[in-house]
């Protein structure tokens, strides 16, 4: 740019007559890409001379407050001789560099007011390189395409930092940055929460926070939730077949092993029901579900009772009980008539009386047997007797007797 020579030539005489020394200071500024950049040169000792300020690439932004580029984010906000502002709207990080504030004298005086722009990050986006599956790894990936200076990417979960590889690339004005982790992964993790936090200078403190669920991918689980009670004949039966699984199987079976389907079941998804219930709906009956990953079955085993048919009228005496079918699963409990002590006393009593009476049979026989015995030694005494009078001879004077052998 080539000045007229005539302002160079008044600029130097007014110096030279006044003997002063003009200078000039300029300002750094920082501001947030997007955000609006004031650019500051303050004069010391003007006298009026030529004051020129430049971008980094030397190109005249103004001339004496005169535009002379044409570029309208540029603005001349101030012209006084102790401050010169210009403002620079909707800043880029091409807008970065040093620009010149320049005051021609007879000597030039110049200083630069560095620009500095800040490119905050926008919130990380989490990459997935392949499904999590029950009982193996998952790779995630945060990344932050674009900040500056570079960010700092790190994974939390449940308040803890999870170690991770950490890369920067630099795309010139920019950078861009990721974290990797892998994590292990059960069944029991999915739906867990980590977050991916991105921190820098430009934010102040805050932070910016991707959210992200763990979605693992397990085979099925089945369990048929049975009815309580005992079914009887005339009842309804209801069967749900609770399902698990990441896909959820969408398609559930129904069947019954070793047999076909009762003509009256009717099922909805996971429910299974039959209305009037009859022994011939006996069975094994079995859910099963399967997804990408694997399949599961639960069976039920249906047992259908006899309704008891109660008597017509009661009766007035005392009958035997009708033995029913007994339920499964059901405590019974019999109550006798006798307590159970007087029972046993009649039974000791008994067991006691017929001990004493074999006890008095043995004695009095053998009693009897001893008495015997004796009166039979007697007699031959007796008969002794009679033969030795019968060979005497001899009549005794008692009389005649008779002696019973």
Not at 266 to 272: M, R
Not at 289 to 318: C, E, K, M
Request: glycine share 6%; charged share 20%; hydrophobic share 35%.
């Amino acid at each position: 740019f080539k000045f007229p020579i005539w302002k160079h030539s008044v600029s130097r005489r007014v110096f030279s007559s006044l003997h002063l020394s003009p200078a000039v200071q300029a300002e750094n500024v920082t501001v947030l890409e997007g955000g609006t950049a004031q650019i500051s040169c303050r004069l010391q000792n003007y006298d009026g001379s030529i004051v020129v300020i430049q971008n980094p690439r030397r190109q005249t932004l103004f001339f004496n407050g005169t535009r002379a580029l044409k570029d309208e984010r540029f603005q001349m906000v101030l012209f006084t001789p102790r401050l010169v502002r210009i403002t620079l709207t909707n800043v880029s990080v091409l807008d970065e560099g040093g620009y010149f504030c320049q005051l021609y004298t007879a000597a030039t005086h110049h200083q630069v007011a560095t620009l500095s722009v800040l490119v905050p990050p926008e919130v990380p986006s989490v990459e997935v390189k392949q499904v999590a599956v029950e009982g193996g790894e998952v790779e995630l990936i945060c990344v932050s395409p674009r900040s500056k200076p570079a960010a700092s990417l790190r994974w939390v979960r449940n308040s803890r930092e999870i170690p991770g590889a950490v890369s920067r690339q630099d795309n010139g004005k920019t950078f861009s940055v990721s974290n990797t982790i892998h994590v292990p992964v059960e069944r029991k993790d999915n739906g867990a929460a980590l977050s991916c936090e991105a921190t820098h200078p430009a934010l102040g403190g805050q932070k910016r926070i991707r959210h992200y669920r763990l979605d693992v991918y397990f085979a099925p689980t089945v369990r048929i939730l049975p009815p309580s009670g005992i079914l009887r004949e005339g009842d309804s039966l209801s069967l749900t077949c609770s399902v698990t699984g990441n896909p959820l199987p969408r398609d559930i079976q129904w069947s019954r092993i070793n047999d076909t389907l009762p003509e009256r079941a009717e099922i909805s998804g996971p429910t299974f029901q039959i209305s009037r219930l009859s022994q011939t709906h006996n069975g094994t009956y079995l859910c099963q579900a399967q997804n990408d990953y694997g399949r599961a079955a639960d069976h039920y085993s249906l047992l259908v009772y006899v309704t008891p048919v109660a008597p017509s009228t009661p009766p007035s005496h005392p009958t035997t009980p009708t033995l029913l079918t007994p339920n499964p699963g059901a405590v019974v409990e019999t109550h006798s008539a006798v307590p159970y002590a007087v029972i046993g006393g009649v039974l000791a009593f008994l067991v006691f009386t017929i001990i004493c009476v074999l006890i008095i049979t043995i004695w009095c026989s053998v009693r009897q047997k001893g008495s015997y015995l004796t009166h039979e030694a007697s007699g031959l005494d007796e008969h002794g007797e009679v033969q030795e009078a019968f060979l005497n001879g001899s009549e005794s004077g008692q009389g005649k007797k008779e002696y019973l052998l």
